[in-house]
């Protein structure tokens, strides 16, 4: 069974590409089954945080964030029959996924071209940009 990591962050353009990973895959047996691992990356807070907020609000604030960009994903996945995995990270995101991936020994990365970050960050989205330089197994960009 080949490994696909789908990184997600509660975005539609994250919904779609899982969307199209599920599509893609439904149904699919033998040596073209795949099994999803779907991950959610709290980013890397400045140091200087940790100095103002206790563990437990920060514990408690990643939750709520997950619960938050996960809820979709979850629903998503429920409704489907491909194999999948949850798993959250947190740090800077291109380097959890990228690493994930490697861990897991996925055969590719499915992300959105587009997340949350400033204007969309412009074009292709900077954490797509910097997944693609880091990434050791072909990475799909869904629009």
């Known amino acids: ?33 795949v099994e999803l691992h779907v991950v959610y990356v709290h980013g890397a807070l400045p140091q200087e945080v940790s ?14 964030e997950s619960e938050r960009a996960l809820k979709d994903v979850k629903a998503m996945l429920g409704h489907s029959t491909v194999p999948h995995v949850l798993h959250e990270g947190v740090g800077p995101v291109a380097e959890v996924v990228t690493q994930l991936a490697d861990s897991l020994h ?11 970050g400033a204007l969309a960050d412009l074009l292709m989205g900077s954490t797509a940009q910097k997944v693609i330089h880091l990434s050791n197994v072909p990475v799909l960009l869904v629009k």
């Open 51 to 64: 100095r103002l907020v206790s563990h437990d609000e920060m514990a408690e604030y990643r939750h709520v």
């Open 1 to 33: 069974m080949r490994r696909m990591l789908i990184p997600v962050d509660g975005s539609p353009c994250s919904l779609r590409a899982l969307r199209h990973v599920l599509e893609r895959h439904a149904g699919r047996g033998g040596a073209d089954a």
């Open 106 to 116: 996925c055969e590719q990365i499915a992300m959105g071209t587009h997340g949350r």
